[in-house]
């Protein structure tokens, strides 16, 4: 009840005592994986966003140079003393450029920069940080395997030793308490086999949580 209790609070659901919890199927992985975890992504949302902050930076502090032109039909025209009715066209080129603007833009876009490198290390670190556990975990996980292949082997040979005790204890050659002690053995080692296909598990897991594999 107590490992129930613990388990509520960490899961922060109400489990019920009575709950028979089973333990899932062994898990197999591949030799290669693939890093695709969500904090990667928000990286690169967050590095999309500065560049978009950058371009609508200079975009802002870039010299506007516009083109305009005006037709019609009067009188006068454009020749004040030319008194009757003609067409006219007027055009002409504008330039405006906000200098006022410039300090802040090197300020903001010193800032965008900084944002950036701080970002990049980021995103290096965590990428180091799960390069260095990926090669841990993957050879913790094929250390458990030949655990439990050593398992097997061991629990065939003490099933034949359970069996030659089983016999001789029959024919009066062995004692009840020596077949106790080979059952007793058999038992251990199927024991131990559990307990290394729950740490192939919580292996296998703790490979899946860094990668993000389903």
Do not use: C
């Amino acid at each position: 009840d107590s490992y129930i209790k613990i388990l509520s609070v960490l899961t922060g659901r109400r489990i019920d005592p009575k709950t028979v919890f089973v333990k899932p199927p062994v898990a197999e992985v591949p030799d290669h994986v693939v890093i695709d975890r969500p904090e990667l992504r928000l990286f690169t949302a967050q590095e999309n966003l500065l560049n978009s902050q950058k371009t609508a930076l200079n975009a802002r502090n870039r010299p506007v140079i516009s083109a305009f032109a005006q037709g019609g039909y009067g009188k006068p025209a454009l020749n004040m003393f030319e008194n009757k009715f003609k067409p006219y066209v007027i055009g002409g080129v504008s330039f405006s450029w906000n200098l006022g603007s410039l300090y802040t833009y090197k300020q903001e876009k010193k800032s965008i920069e900084q944002q950036k490198l701080t970002l990049d290390s980021e995103r290096e670190t965590f990428l180091y940080n799960l390069n260095v556990q990926l090669p841990q975990q993957q050879n913790e996980i094929k250390k458990y395997r030949h655990t439990m292949q050593d398992d097997d082997e061991i629990i065939r040979l003490r099933k034949q030793i359970k069996d030659a005790a089983e016999a001789k204890v029959e024919n009066g050659t062995l004692t009840v308490s020596d077949l106790l002690q080979e059952i007793n053995a058999l038992e251990a080692a199927r024991q131990a086999k559990s307990l290394h296909e729950i740490q192939y598990l919580m292996s296998v897991y703790k490979l899946k949580f860094t990668t993000n594999l389903n």
